[in-house]
């Protein structure tokens, strides 16, 4: 699949089958819900999208009824017959959403994808979330000098509706960044008492000693009828 907003997508497709098999007119509700939150969203690319990954063989078509696959010829549409066409993970869907959840590199942090990276974080690896979480933090803090800095030298030549508009995106930023902050700090303490609990385990316990047995003067020797 090519990267940019066709990758995103295809997250955002193979995330949400990874969630349950779904009719196509549910795919587009989820993916509108989703997406819908952090980017514009075009029912145009969902199609392409899903002819796609069937083509990749990350996907099948299933027919809702008795769940045969659908014929392979059958066209994708919006409407009519295959409103039961009910679309499934394959296992090499399943690995590519893993390559997917393990990208933690700049391309996760922008704003066409972080979202979306976000909104799978039950199913990344701890350390990939918080790789994840510190990437956007850094690119925002970023923002926020750009943005000072210009706001700083053209300040006296704005009108008030222009400087309160760029006050408001620096302030939407700025509570991303504490956002972000609050994320951070409980990725590490639940990552710290991970490793604690881990390590406590590893410790190997040591062995109880044997309790004496009663009316023996020797602990180590078993009590024998006829002894006396």
């Known amino acids: ?5 066709s990758g995103v997508l295809e997250l955002a497709v193979l995330g949400s089958l990874h969630e349950t098999p779904l009719h196509g007119y549910e795919l587009r509700k989820r993916l509108n819900s989703l997406l819908g939150m952090f980017r514009a969203f075009s029912y145009g690319s969902l199609y392409p999208c899903l002819r796609q990954l069937l083509a990749d063989g990350l996907i099948v078509e299933d027919d809702g009824a008795d769940g045969a696959p659908a014929p392979a010829e059958s066209p994708i549409t919006l409407t009519g017959q295959r409103s039961k066409i009910v679309y499934r993970l394959t296992a090499e869907g399943k690995e590519r959403l893993q390559d997917l959840l393990t990208q933690a590199g700049p391309s996760a942090w922008e704003d066409e994808s972080f ?6 974080f039950r199913h ?5 979330r918080l790789r994840i979480l510190e990437g956007r933090r850094s690119r925002l803090e970023e923002r926020l000098d750009g943005v000072r800095t210009a706001l700083a030298r ?11 508009l760029q006050r408001h995106g620096l302030e939407s930023v700025e509570r991303e960044v504490r956002w972000l902050n609050e994320l951070i700090a409980t990725e590490r303490r639940e990552s710290s008492a ?10 190997p316990q040591e062995e109880t000693p044997r309790a004496p047995v009663p009316g023996s003067d020797n602990p180590g020797r078993r009590s024998v009828p006829g002894d006396n």
Do not use: K, W
Not at 1 to 5: D, H, K, L
Not at 115 to 120: L, R, T
Not at 194 to 203: F, I, K, L, M, N
């Open 1 to 5: 699949m090519a990267s940019g907003r």
């Open 115 to 120: 979202g979306i990276h976000f909104a799978f």
């Open 124 to 128: 990344t690896e701890a350390e990939v």
């Open 154 to 164: 053209t300040r006296e030549r704005l009108d008030s509706y222009t400087l309160e």
């Open 194 to 203: 991970a490793e604690a609990r881990r390590s406590a385990e590893d410790v």
